[in-house]
C-alpha cells in the first residue's frame, strides 16, 4: 500500500470521527429526561411504566355532602295534557289549517270536512222539527177539544204523548247535529273542527283529501295537541337505587342542551313494574316548562337524600373522560396502574371533582390521567 493511499484512509477516518462529534454535540435530546416507556400487559385496563415516578399521585380528600343519585332521562308530554283532535262526521278533508308543531289557540280552525252525514242529520232535524210542529198543533187542539167536553181525557193523554216524543226526537235530531259540529241554524255539508286546547300539535294524521272520521278506517285522530307548560321527565332507575327515591322528592334537572341551565322538578310516580332484562324501573318527575324543553330531549336528573354521606374529592385532572364515562388511575404494584371506572358527581371550586362511586376516601389516583393515558396510547 502506498503512503498517498495510507494517507487517504486516515483521512476518511478523521472525517467520519468529526462529523460523530458535531452531531453528538447539537443533539438537542442531550441533558432531557428519557420519556417513560410504556410496556403493554394483557390486561386492557393495566398500564406498565418504566418510570412512575413522572406519574405523580395524590391522595383523595374527603368531603361530607348530601347522597346523590344521577340518572339519564328524556322529555315526554304529559299525557293528562294531550288531547286528540277527532272529526265526529266521518269523510274527506278538504281543508287543512295547521300543520305538525304548530302552536295553535283553544278553538282554532284546524281542518274542514266535507261529510255526507251532516246532509242525513240536516235531513233527519227539520223532519223533526215538522213532526214536532204538528203533534204540537193537535195536542193544543185536543186541549180545547177536551175543555169543551168533545173529547175523552184518553184521547186528550194520547196526543200530549205525542207531542213528547216529538219534542224528544227533536232534542236528538238537534243532539246529533252539535255532535256533528253543525250550526242548525246554519248547516252546510262541511264542518269545522277546531282546537279543544291552546297548544302544540305533536301528531298529525291527515293530508288533504284524506279520509277523516270515527268510522272510517285507519286512526280517528286527525290531529293530537298537546299542552307544554308541564312536561315529564321519564328516567330509568336500577333496581338497586329505587329505595333511594321517595314520592314528593325533588330532583335536579341538567339540560343537555343547555349545559348552564338548571330545573327543579317533582317526582310524581314510581313504576309498579319493573325491565326485567335490565332491572330498571321507570321514574316520573314533572316539571313546569319555561319554554326551552323539547320532547325528545335528553336531560341528568339527580336526586338528593336529607342525609350526609362521605364522597371522595380529587384534582379536575385525575378524571379521565372517555367514550362517555369517567375514569382514574390508581397504583396497582411495581410500575404498574390501574384504569378504574368512577362516577362523577358535581364539580368543586378550585379545580377539584367530586367522585359519587369508585374509589374510596384517601386512596391514591394519578394526579394527571390525561397524560399517563396519552403516554399509554402512543
Known amino acids: 500500500?502506498?503512503?498517498?493511499?495510507?494517507?487517504?484512509?486516515?483521512?476518511?477516518?478523521?472525517?467520519?470521527?468529526?462529523?460523530?462529534?458535531?452531531?453528538?454535540?447539537?443533539?438537542?435530546?442531550?441533558?432531557?429526561?428519557?420519556?417513560?416507556?410504556?410496556?403493554?400487559?394483557?390486561?386492557?385496563?393495566?398500564?406498565?411504566?418504566?418510570?412512575?415516578?413522572?406519574?405523580?399521585?395524590?391522595?383523595?380528600?374527603?368531603?361530607?355532602?348530601?347522597?346523590?343519585?344521577?340518572?339519564?332521562?328524556?322529555?315526554?308530554?304529559?299525557?293528562?295534557?294531550?288531547?286528540?283532535?277527532?272529526?265526529?262526521?266521518?269523510?274527506?278533508?278538504?281543508?287543512?289549517?295547521?300543520?305538525?308543531?304548530?302552536?295553535?289557540?283553544?278553538?282554532?280552525?284546524?281542518?274542514?270536512v266535507q261529510s255526507p252525514d251532516v246532509a242525513a242529520a240536516v235531513d233527519v232535524y227539520r223532519k223533526a222539527v215538522n213532526d214536532e210542529r204538528m203533534t204540537n198543533l193537535a195536542y193544543v187542539r185536543a186541549k180545547d177539544l177536551f175543555a169543551h167536553g168533545a173529547i175523552s181525557q184518553a184521547m186528550l193523554e194520547q196526543a200530549e204523548d205525542a207531542e213528547k216524543d216529538a219534542q224528544a226526537d227533536l232534542a236528538a235530531a238537534e243532539q246529533t247535529l252539535n255532535t256533528l259540529g253543525v250550526n242548525k241554524d246554519h248547516p252546510s255539508e262541511v264542518v269545522d273542527v277546531y282546537s279543544p286546547i291552546s297548544g302544540v300539535i305533536v301528531t298529525q294524521n291527515v293530508t288533504e283529501a284524506a279520509a277523516a272520521g270515527v268510522s272510517l278506517s285507519g286512526t280517528a285522530t286527525a290531529f293530537t295537541v298537546a299542552d307544554l307548560s308541564t312536561v315529564w321527565i321519564i328516567c330509568d332507575v336500577y333496581e338497586s337505587d329505587i329505595s333511594k327515591i321517595q314520592l314528593g322528592q325533588s330532583a335536579q334537572i341538567h339540560i343537555n342542551a343547555y349545559p348552564d341551565k338548571m330545573l327543579t322538578g317533582r317526582v310524581s310516580d314510581i313504576g309498579p313494574v319493573l325491565d326485567p332484562s335490565i332491572r330498571t324501573a321507570k321514574i316520573r318527575i314533572e316539571l313546569a316548562n319555561p319554554g326551552m324543553l323539547k320532547l325528545g330531549m335528553f336531560v341528568t336528573a339527580t336526586f338528593k337524600s336529607g342525609t350526609k354521606s362521605t364522597y371522595p374529592v380529587v384534582?379536575?385532572?385525575?378524571?379521565?373522560?372517555?367514550?362517555d364515562r369517567d375514569w382514574v388511575f390508581v397504583p396497582a404494584g411495581g410500575k404498574q396502574f390501574k384504569r378504574v371506572e368512577v362516577t362523577g358527581g358535581k364539580t368543586l371550586p378550585d379545580n377539584r371533582q367530586l367522585l359519587l362511586s369508585g374509589i374510596s376516601p384517601g386512596q391514591q389516583v394519578v394526579s394527571n390521567a390525561l397524560l399517563l393515558e396519552t403516554a399509554g396510547s402512543q
Open 315 to 323: 384534582p379536575a385532572d385525575a378524571v379521565l373522560h372517555l367514550h
Open 1 to 112: 500500500m502506498t503512503r498517498k493511499s495510507i494517507f487517504i484512509i486516515f483521512l476518511c477516518l478523521a472525517l467520519h470521527v468529526s462529523l460523530t462529534g458535531c452531531k453528538k454535540e447539537f443533539n438537542p435530546a442531550d441533558g432531557a429526561p428519557p420519556s417513560a416507556q410504556v410496556v403493554p400487559t394483557g390486561d386492557m385496563s393495566l398500564v406498565s411504566v418504566d418510570k412512575p415516578e413522572q406519574f405523580p399521585l395524590v391522595a383523595a380528600q374527603t368531603l361530607e355532602a348530601p347522597a346523590e343519585l344521577s340518572v339519564t332521562g328524556a322529555v315526554f308530554p304529559d299525557v293528562s295534557r294531550e288531547i286528540p283532535v277527532i272529526s265526529m262526521a266521518n269523510g274527506r278533508v278538504v281543508d287543512i289549517k295547521a300543520r305538525l308543531d304548530d302552536y295553535v289557540k283553544k278553538g282554532q280552525l284546524l281542518i274542514r
